[in-house]
């Protein structure tokens, strides 16, 4: 069975610090779509940032970065200069080429110190 | 301007009652989709269409019945509610696979279900 899993349930940072959420999912298809989407207590699901899988150079949206290893099934989330507004649940999907269904991990939930 | 739209945002009801859920886009998508979100912020998928034809049925009790009019709208029926279905339901988008294979689930705000 495809599975996500995010392994740490709750992280915390400082304000203007960096952090990196973890993402690894179990699939034995070599095509497939990868997203980070942000939960903020609004419970409005919001995208933050997409890698397709067949592309290696990792996807940045301003402050928030990726590191996509394919051989290692890993998709990390990185947020620099943390904000306040950052703090969220971070949910990662995938979703098989070819597929309908995104599949979600558990959820990080992330604190922001100021 | 809103993207996808479901009413109602809250919906407090009694158990064995029955109550819908009406779910809107209009991004163009032709595929819909409804999540269960639990008390754990788990997000489960529980149905999806793909221009009306339903195209995923996890295993959901069948006092679940979803409903596509068009392909802008998916609706979703609970009848005799029960304790347990107390949950944050989402509908949400996506352009499918006939176009944009890395497109995104674009979401609803939620409709959160307390059955007391």
């Known amino acids: 069975a495809q599975t996500v899993t995010q392994s740490q349930p709750e992280m915390s940072v400082q304000e203007a610090e960096t952090v990196t959420l973890s993402c690894t999912y179990d699939t034995s298809e070599s095509d497939y779509y990868l997203f980070w989407y942000k939960q903020p207590p609004s419970r409005q699901m919001i995208l933050v940032i997409r890698q397709e899988a067949y592309k290696q150079q990792n996807a940045t949206e301003n402050r928030f970065s990726v590191n996509f290893q394919k051989a290692a099934k890993s998709f990390s989330l990185k947020i620099s200069d943390s904000q306040l507004g950052d703090a969220a649940m971070y949910f990662c999907a995938y979703r098989p080429h070819g597929t309908y269904k995104y599949i979600f991990g558990t959820g990080t939930r992330l604190k922001v110190l100021a | 301007d809103t993207a996808v739209s479901q009413t109602p945002k809250y919906l407090v009801t009694q158990m064995g009652n029955d109550k819908s859920i009406k779910c809107e886009q209009n991004?163009?998508?032709?595929?819909m989709y409804w999540y269960k979100q639990d008390s754990k912020k788990f997000l489960k998928i529980m149905f999806s269409y793909n221009n009306k034809e339903l195209i995923i049925n996890e295993t959901v009790p069948n006092r679940f019945s979803p409903k596509s009019p068009d392909k802008a709208h998916l609706n979703l029926h609970i009848n005799s509610l029960e304790l347990g279905d107390s949950a944050v339901y989402f509908c949400?988008?996506?352009?499918?696979?006939?176009?944009?294979?890395?497109?995104?689930?674009?979401f609803g705000n939620g409709t959160r279900l307390t059955v007391t």
């Open positions: 949400a988008s996506s352009q499918g696979r006939t176009r944009g294979e890395n497109s995104p689930l674009h």
């Open positions: 991004l163009g998508h032709d595929t």
